[in-house]
């Protein structure tokens, strides 16, 4: 018997557990966004400050989130458990400690990748923007989560394969999640380098959440940057981002914070004359048009 044991099994979840440490994290950064004022040269927002409405929306994608996640992660266990007992070619035990360790450095280098792909393909991004469409940075910015979470099962399909067992797979994937709920924040600093260098860190994620040219598909990183450093998406953060996406929503109503991009995609697919135009705006990155339409947009004559 475990020291757990006597809360419902929905309850034993990492991030299910980690909820008052939410709760305990979001009062604090309120508390010091209300007593310091820190306005920056721009007169933008306080850094790390709260406003209602966006505070709201954040809370209650996150509480439908944890719905969603979970209907998708039956299924995925189903899988999972099916390709670890009958197709991988050894089984990790779960009891061991490396088996951990493996499973939680293997899932964050598929995260890494899943992440990167959210960001240039443009279908997987209809998802993942929910998620950078807040202007505002802080605790409560970590709980505005998307809802349809297939990709990153999808990802996560080789782990089984590798042996490691599948509630290993779950709760290494809800440890990563927890890490990165307090990279969301401006009230800390940068931190001694070599946590820099190696761990994800609030300053590598703000520059990912900017929607600066130079921050632009940066920082794909979950718990370890090592991976961006490895792979040429690193950038180091400069200056104070501006946060949210490139071309801001305007709304606050949680359905099209999660649905819009889906709509703004269906629209072009369907005005597209040509089947590759079409395939370019569902597997091409965000912002992607055909040539055509970029050589009319510049003026230019088009035959």
Known sequence: MTMLDFLPA????????????????????????????????????????YFSKDTKASLLMGVVSIGTSAAT??????????????????????????????????????FYWEHRIAHRVRLVWATHQAHHSSEYFN???????????????IMWLPLPFLGIP???????????????????????DRMWRPVEFVMNT?????????????????????????????????????????????????????????????VNLARDVRQAPRLRDKLGYVFGPPGWTPAAVRRSDAGEVVA
């Open 202 to 262: 609030p300053s590598h994620h703000r520059v990912h959440h900017g929607s600066d040219a130079e921050y632009l598909d940066r920082n794909y990183g979950g718990t370890f940057i090592v991976w961006d450093r490895l792979f040429g998406s690193f950038q180091r953060e400069m200056h104070r981002p501006h946060y949210g996406l490139t071309k801001q929503v305007g709304t606050y109503n949680i359905w099209k914070l999660q649905t819009h991009e889906y």
């Open 139 to 153: 605790f409560a910015t970590a709980l505005r989560q998307k809802w349809n979470n297939s990709m990153s099962m």
């Open 166 to 188: 599948p509630a290993v797979v779950f709760a290494v994937y809800s440890l990563n999640l927890v890490y990165q709920f307090w990279i969301h924040t401006e009230r800390i």
């Open 10 to 49: 929905a309850m034993r979840e990492p991030t299910v557990l980690a909820i008052p440490f939410f709760v305990l994290m979001l009062g604090l950064e309120f508390f010091a966004a209300a007593k310091l004022e820190d306005t920056d040269e721009e007169g933008r927002a306080p850094k790390g400050s």
């Open 73 to 110: 992660k039956v299924v995925a266990l189903l899988a999972y458990t099916a390709i670890f007992a009958y197709l991988a070619p050894w089984q990790l035990p779960i009891n061991a400690w490396y088996t951990w360790v493996i499973g939680f450095v293997a899932l964050d280098f598929l």
